[in-house]
């Protein structure tokens, strides 16, 4: 698998935190599970991460020469494989079957098999329900070769995840294990350019919620 494109260092950072929602953070992990790039970034994050937090309580405080030595042990820890060979092409076998580990825990069922919605010309939906508090959407989106989600900005940040076939937009070609990591000023127009279906895995901030009776009927249309 050939990723070109990967989240954005700031959510990689963020992920590594634990302070992404929900959504965001089961997106960037189904990532992870393909891209041994990504997987190092956010180790080198956690490690830089837990020294700030020794920094600040006084746990160890860093002398002359020791950032040095610690960005040597992140260096070196990056060079270990997070997984074994067998298991990430386990992972990656999964990918191409359909589901990523960590979003098997939020369907019961696989790719083939999932009942769809079907919200526009050649566009599907499945929601993934997440945790009460969440305050991001996840939904999976099937769109037909050829087609394509009109041109759209965003309420807030967005990221998809590409599971299998491909489509192309004015940021470049997006195919599988890609991660598109919009914000709210970048408009697009994704266009299918696979021989398949694309499916890709789509969290998204909530959207406003619009009041009184025409914003309820208006709700429907805006959510993606
Ligand atoms: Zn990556």
Redesign the pocket.
């Known amino acids: 698998m050939t990723?070109a494109h990967?989240?954005d260092m700031a959510t990689l950072i963020e992920y590594a935190a634990g302070t992404l929602d929900e959504a965001f953070a089961v997106t960037v992990s189904c990532?992870?599970e393909v891209?041994d790039?990504?997987r190092k970034s956010v180790r080198s994050a956690a490690a830089l991460g837990g020294s700030f937090l020794c920094e600040e309580t006084g746990v160890e405080p860093l002398g002359e020469g020791s950032f040095g030595r610690l960005l040597e042990k992140i260096s070196a820890a990056s060079e270990t494989p997070h997984t074994a060979p067998d298991r990430v092409s386990e992972l990656e076998r999964g990918v191409t079957r359909g589901i990523p580990l960590a979003l098997s825990g939020y369907l019961d069922t696989d790719l083939k098999s999932i009942r769809w919605k079907r919200i526009g010309p050649g566009v599907w939906q499945k929601p993934i329900p997440l945790s009460p508090g969440a305050s991001s959407s996840l939904r999976l989106l099937r769109i037909a070769p050829g087609r394509g989600v009109p041109e759209h900005g965003h309420g807030g940040q967005e990221i998809t995840l590409i599971l299998s076939g491909a489509y192309r937009d004015e940021i470049g070609h997006f195919g599988p294990g890609d991660?598109a990591d919009l914000d709210e000023h970048v408009e697009h127009k994704p266009q299918v350019v696979s021989d398949e279906d694309c499916i890709c895995l789509a969290a998204t901030e909530k959207p406003t919620r619009f009041k009184g009776i025409a914003g309820r009927l208006l709700q429907p249309f805006v959510g993606i």
Do not use: K, T
């Open positions: 990723i990967h989240p990532h992870l891209c790039q990504c991660v």
